[in-house]
């Protein structure tokens, strides 16, 4: 199976999680066309959350340029594969899909079931960015080795 070139990460706000997630795997493969998104629009235009921009750049990923945006019906068409962090973001996402829209919506988690995890905890509520971006990065390398 080969990785998908156009891949979408999908979480609540689009402020912590799913920039993470396009911030990790983008420095781990530079060369697929990504994007993140929420399910919500509270944070439209805003860059990802401040702590964890600086837990990011701790371990080298620039977040800074991102700005988040709400996910929408024309996603299914313009993505070959869309992850999210946790099943209410993938039930969110499900119920938007339009007639005749295959793309796979799928749990990032999927990719690393050595994890054990079911989904990546939101650290806006956890205070765990470290402790996200653990998971993030396991769930970054199990998606490249599908390739």
Known sequence: MSTPERILFVCLGNICRSPAAEGVVRALAPGLELDSCGTGGWHVG????????????????????????????SDFSLFDLILCMDGQNLADVEVLRPEGAHVPVRLFTDYAPEAGADAVPDPYYTRDFDGALDLIEVCARGLLAKA
């Open 46 to 73: 805003e860059a990802p959350y401040g702590p964890m921009q600086a837990a990011a750049q701790a371990r080298g990923y620039d977040l800074s340029r991102l700005r988040a945006r709400q996910f929408s019906v």
